[in-house]
């Protein structure tokens, strides 16, 4: 360890290291556990804390050295004012020996270490050593070692810490207690800010507090370095705008709009939200994976698959507006363009084009078989009917079952499975054959004409089937239209025709398409 010597101005991480159990944030089961094994009189002789770094593995190692070798203990809490905790803190006991074995891992230190360990403590009741970076000692440190970690004197009390188990040999593996520390969640991390923010005399805002957290990703260490730069930065007032600058990230709520106006199918606003950050500076790589993460953090809510993102009003609201289908969809589409992003010549235009095809999250895999279609053949994409637009079901009429589980849903499935939750078959066997589109807060299920007494079933539930529409796609209205017209890809290609933002999806990605017969009215409309 260092000395302050004169230096007057301490690093946060440093002033702020726990220095109780109960102050080490967001490890509550490691704490615990070693709480328990030394009130039970069962500690074990060598441990391993492993674990990201920053999250609080070699404090615990510290405060289970104080623990055992307090004057009032072993105890659960150290009292940290005896003179065996007071020399723990500053790194000066004599029987508590800390080495960093990514620096330190030459011949000579080993000797000292083998001398070291063959003594009894000098004063205290355990010769505790602390190897951190563990998986750093090279193989014949190792060896040298084995075999007081092996077998050690019940003196003696192991603590390693690594950053990367999976190279730690099984041999040192196999004789230790493993204790996993978690990334820290976000929402404490903020919190931990907040209260040290004003325990030091200086103003965070909450919004910076939260994005330090989240940019920090699960250190504590991290976390209050950043906040040391922030503070050398912009001095004693720290708020959202300086976070932005500093750490060269977007601010969540621009990236949260960015993402509603995608859920919305809102290119227009989304386009200029995104010049604007492209404008100030930000990067497009970065911000697209800005984007992708708060998609992920959107879905694993809503998944209910990720028990440490805590959403805050504004997220929560937005998580609610898609199902889980659509948000896996949406987040699928990032995934795709991802590298796009990352390699494309011109990255602003790549990131603009692959944003614009998330806000068509809905209809893009249709625009895809359109162009693919188009592409092919050159020829006119126009609606007579003659391509099967529908789900491939295999027979008509209510009463089925096969299919129910088949795969992953698409949104005449969804619906299907819905109403035949709610015991209406016939319908759900309607809803099946039907083409479900989902644009500007509407849904549309078209059906063929040879296929209208069905859409009569539908209408006949049309209560119902808004209902679901608006819990599934949060839209607010459904329509049932017949007609052998293909509504839907004319609708499409009406759209695609009208959109500047997928012609020039079209020119960067390629693609082709001859023409574009929107309906039967005559009227044509071409674009190459
Ligand atoms: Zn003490």
Redesign the pocket.
Known sequence: MGYDGAVSYQVLARSWRPQRFADLIGQEAVVRTLQNAITSGRLGQAYLFSGLRGVGKTTAARLLA?AVN????PTPE?????V??REITDGVSLDVTEIDAATRTGVNEIRDLQEVVRYRPTRDRYRVVIVDEVHMLSASAFNALLKSIEEPPEYLLWIFATTERHKVPATVLSRCQELEFRPVSTALIAERLLEIAGEEGFELAPEAAAMIARASGGSVRDALSLTDQLRAFSGDTIGPDAVAEVLGVPRRERILALISSIVEGDAGTLLSALREELREGHDPTVLWEALGRELRTLTLTVAGADPSSELDGEAAALAGRLSLDAWTRVLGLWLDHEPVVRTAAHRDLALEVAALRLSRWPTVRRVEALLREAGGTGGAVGGDGSRKTGPAASSAGGGRTASRSAGPAGPAEALADALWNKGLRQAAGAAREATVEIAGGLATLSLPAERAPLARILEQRLDTIREIASELWHVTGVDVVVGSAGTVEDSLADEVARDPGVATALEVLGGNIAAVKPDGNGEASGWN
């Open positions: 104080k307090c004057a009032e203990g150290p009292c940290g004012t005896c065996s905790c």
